[in-house]
C-alpha cells in the first residue's frame, strides 16, 4: 500500500512458458476485483524505464503513465509509475 491507502502491484511474475496466454491479465483482474471490494479507488504500479513489454501489458490492463522515479545508486535506470482509476 502506497500511503498506507493505495494498493501498489509491486510485482507479478508469470513463469515463461505460460505467458501471453492471458495468466498475467487474469491474476491482475482478480486482485483489481479484491481491491474494489476493499474500496480502493485507484491502483498502483511501476516498471523501470527500459522495459517495454511489462509496460505495454500494464497499459493494456488499463493503466496509464503518471512519471518516473530514480532511487540513486539503489536503481539508476528510472523507475515509471502508472495508475489505473477504478469507476
Ligand atoms: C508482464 C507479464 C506478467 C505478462 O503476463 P502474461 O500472462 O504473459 O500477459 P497476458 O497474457 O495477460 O497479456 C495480455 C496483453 O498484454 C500485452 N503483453 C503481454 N506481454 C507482452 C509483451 N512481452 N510484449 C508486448 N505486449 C505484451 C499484450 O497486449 C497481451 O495481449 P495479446 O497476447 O493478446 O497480444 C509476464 O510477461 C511476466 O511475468 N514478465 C516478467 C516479469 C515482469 O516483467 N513483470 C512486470 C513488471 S513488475
Not at 52 to 76: C, D, I, Y
Request: proline content about 6%; hydrophobic content about 40%.
Amino acid at each position: 500500500m502506497f500511503w498506507g491507502k493505495i494498493p501498489y502491484m509491486d510485482l507479478v511474475w508469470v513463469s515463461e512458458s505460460y505467458r501471453r496466454q492471458g495468466v498475467g491479465s487474469g491474476m491482475f483482474h482478480f486482485w483489481e476485483q479484491e481491491m474494489k471490494k476493499r474500496g480502493a479507488t485507484i491502483l498502483m504500479t511501476s516498471s523501470m524505464e527500459d522495459e517495454p513489454e511489462p509496460q505495454e501489458w500494464h497499459r493494456r490492463n488499463g493503466f496509464r503513465p503518471s512519471g518516473q522515479l530514480t532511487f540513486a545508486k539503489l536503481q539508476e535506470t528510472p523507475e515509471v509509475f502508472f495508475v489505473l482509476d477504478l469507476v
